[in-house]
């Protein structure tokens, strides 16, 4: 296929599959706690706007959490098909980590999430509320082993190699490896922005359509509210990610800097955009800031960064992919912080929700974080490259020994499915978003005072039952 190796096909194969999963746990981690938020607002005010959009936005993270679900069973597969060697070599460690998940986050979310979706009215107020706030813990448990698991590939400590094999002598050191901390906290709070971005979206397209209620206004300030919070905090922890990038992956850094040697009596310039070129070793048509390298990588005007060229031609990063994959990252980072300070003048102008070009932006962000979330993770896997255990083993090591056809077909029947099963998905929750929360409260109205929450909370039509039956 196009020329492709064996190789490359499988880590294409695995950049497809995983970039269509990560975007459903990114929403369902966001979702969940976002749902928490609604609930214990609903419980303390006895506000029925934030019930109603419990309701909503619950038939939603049904929807996203199950999408969630599918993909990532096939991605458990995945490692035992098209990266048997990797299993077999680093299975000692990934392989308890994932089932730690399974034993904590994924029990946790299965046992409450019935009781969350199923539940309302049929247990008490503070049980619902708890197995809500379950489901939510959940999602977060999951990602701090899914991060454990990846952030040891990427900084490797507490074990030693016995027999070909790798064998955990630590696992505190394993769990608390060094860049742990970072990416854990940059992809939870990459998953909340993300949910803010497509809550705030909703709202903001509702409130162009002209539903002006306060159900829909109410999701697109809380949605605001919450860019406008987190957007600076992300900022701050990527530069946090970056310093500890820069003392346990150099290459990575160099690799997305474009930075390829310092010359004498120079301070490292900021590449703003230009296009790393790996057979000429040289970054073309670079547009740069000088020194203002030096001083976001090292906080320091006389810092250095190591250069590409300090690093064997087979140990280096693809430049070329991780340049462009990080700036458009951080560029839409950037548009969030805009965001954010542009709904705070606007609320303080008293225009929130009549500025129809604030509006229009606040829509078309609705994917950005998403978008962020996929290329941060193209960024931080290709940057680790040629490693897929960073220092410890080689990519071209981990990969099943199939055939480039093998691969092409598997490939072309992953893409096949994956447009049918999931498209269909998403088409489906964007048209449970489209029908918003109005709708919900209209379900309700029609239920009368005493309100029985719908047996089929995927639905997106109505559900004709009453409360005899519920």
Same mark, same amino acid.
């Given at each position: 296929?196009?020329?492709?190796?064996?190789?490359?096909?499988?880590?294409?194969?695995?950049?497809?599959?995983?970039?269509?999963?990560?975007?459903?746990?990114?929403?369902?981690?966001?979702?969940?706690?976002?749902?928490?938020?609604?609930?214990?607002?609903?419980?303390?005010?006895?506000?029925?706007?934030?019930?109603?959009?419990?309701?909503?936005?619950?038939?939603?993270?049904?929807?996203?959490?199950?999408?969630?679900?599918?993909?990532?069973?096939?991605?458990?597969?995945?490692?035992?098909?098209?990266?048997?060697?990797?299993?077999?070599?680093?299975?000692?460690?990934?392989?308890?980590?994932?089932?730690?998940?399974?034993?904590? &986050?994924?029990?946790?979310? $299965?046992? *409450? #999430?019935?009781? %969350? =979706? /199923?539940?309302?009215?049929?247990?008490?107020?503070? !049980?619902?509320?708890?197995?809500?706030?379950?489901?939510?813990?959940?999602?977060?448990?999951?990602?701090?082993?899914?991060?454990?698991?990846?952030?040891?590939?990427?900084?490797?400590?507490?074990?030693?190699?016995?027999?070909?094999?790798?064998?955990?002598?630590?696992?505190?050191?394993?769990?608390?490896?060094?860049?742990?901390?970072?990416?854990? &906290?940059?992809?939870?709070? $990459?998953? *909340? #922005?993300?949910? %803010? =971005? /497509?809550?705030?979206?909703?709202?903001?397209?509702? !409130?162009?359509?002209?539903?002006?209620?306060?159900?829909?206004?109410?999701?697109?300030?809380?949605?605001?509210?919450?860019?406008?919070?987190?957007?600076?905090?992300?900022?701050?922890?990527?530069?946090?990610?970056?310093?500890?990038?820069?003392?346990?992956?150099?290459?990575?850094?160099?690799?997305?800097?474009?930075?390829?040697?310092?010359?004498?009596?120079?301070?490292?310039?900021?590449?703003?955009?230009?296009?790393?070129?790996?057979?000429?070793?040289?970054?073309?048509?670079?547009?740069?800031?000088?020194?203002?390298?030096?001083?976001?990588?090292?906080?320091?005007?006389?810092?250095?960064?190591?250069?590409?060229?300090?690093?064997?031609?087979?140990?280096?990063?693809?430049?070329?992919?991780?340049?462009?994959?990080?700036?458009?990252?951080?560029?839409?980072?950037?548009?969030?912080?805009?965001?954010?300070?542009?709904?705070?003048?606007?609320?303080?102008?008293?225009?929130?929700?009549?500025?129809?070009?604030?509006?229009?932006?606040?829509?078309?962000?609705?994917?950005?974080?998403?978008?962020?979330?996929?290329?941060?993770?193209?960024?931080?896997?290709?940057?680790?490259?040629?490693?897929?255990?960073?220092?410890?083993?080689?990519?071209?090591?981990?990969?099943?020994?199939?055939?480039?056809?093998?691969?092409?077909?598997?490939?072309?029947?992953?893409?096949?499915?994956?447009?049918?099963?999931?498209?269909?998905?998403?088409?489906?929750?964007?048209?449970?978003?489209?029908?918003?929360?109005?709708?919900?409260?209209?379900?309700?109205?029609?239920?009368?005072?005493?309100?029985?929450?719908?047996?089929?909370?995927?639905?997106?039509?109505?559900?004709?039952?009453?409360?005899?039956?519920?």
């Amino acid at each position: 296929m196009l020329g492709l190796s064996a190789l490359d096909l499988a880590r294409v194969q695995f950049g497809f599959t995983i970039s269509f999963h990560i975007i459903f746990p990114a929403i369902s981690i966001g979702l969940a706690s976002y749902l928490v938020v609604l609930e214990g607002l609903w419980l303390w005010k006895k506000e029925t706007v934030y019930r109603d959009l419990y309701h909503f936005w619950s038939k939603i993270f049904a929807v996203n959490f199950a999408m969630g679900v599918v993909s990532g069973v096939v991605m458990a597969y995945q490692f035992g098909t098209n990266w048997s060697y990797f299993s077999s070599f680093a299975g000692g460690v990934t392989g308890p980590l994932l089932t730690y998940e399974v034993l904590t &986050a994924f029990f946790l979310e $299965a046992g *409450f #999430l019935g009781v %969350a =979706l /199923f539940g309302w009215n049929k247990v008490g107020p503070g !049980l619902h509320f708890f197995a809500t706030a379950m489901v939510a813990l959940g999602t977060l448990v999951s990602t701090i082993w899914i991060l454990a698991s990846n952030s040891w590939m990427q900084t490797p400590q507490g074990f030693e190699i016995l027999d070909g094999r790798v064998v955990p002598v630590d696992w505190l050191k394993v769990i608390l490896n060094p860049s742990f901390p970072y990416r854990l &906290a940059h992809m939870t709070v $990459a998953s *909340f #922005l993300a949910t %803010a =971005l /497509f809550v705030g979206a909703s709202g903001a397209w509702h !409130l162009l359509k002209g539903r002006d209620t306060i159900r829909v206004r109410t999701m697109l300030s809380m949605a605001m509210w919450m860019i406008l919070i987190v957007a600076p905090i992300q900022v701050e922890l990527g530069d946090q990610h970056g310093l500890n990038t820069l003392e346990f992956q150099p290459a990575k850094i160099a690799a997305i800097e474009g930075h390829w040697e310092n010359k004498p009596g120079e301070n490292v310039p900021l590449i703003l955009f230009g296009w790393p070129d790996m057979k000429t070793e040289t970054t073309r048509f670079a547009v740069q800031v000088p020194d203002l390298g030096s001083l976001i990588l090292t906080h320091s005007w006389n810092g250095q960064v190591p250069g590409l060229k300090e690093f064997p031609p087979e140990d280096r990063p693809n430049s070329t992919v991780v340049f462009w994959t990080f700036r458009l990252m951080v560029g839409l980072g950037m548009l969030m912080v805009l965001l954010g300070l542009w709904s705070f003048v606007q609320r303080w102008r008293r225009a929130l929700y009549d500025s129809r070009f604030f509006l229009r932006f606040a829509v078309l962000m609705g994917p950005a974080g998403l978008i962020a979330i996929i290329a941060g993770w193209v960024t931080t896997e290709m940057g680790r490259q040629p490693w897929v255990v960073y220092g410890v083993m080689r990519t071209e090591d981990a990969v099943a020994h199939h055939s480039a056809l093998e691969l092409t077909a598997t490939l072309g029947l992953f893409i096949v499915m994956y447009f049918i099963v999931f498209g269909t998905g998403v088409i489906y929750m964007l048209k449970l978003v489209a029908k918003g929360p109005d709708h919900v409260s209209a379900e309700d109205d029609a239920h009368g005072p005493n309100i029985q929450r719908p047996a089929r909370p995927f639905s997106a039509a109505p559900d004709e039952i009453g409360p005899a039956i519920s």
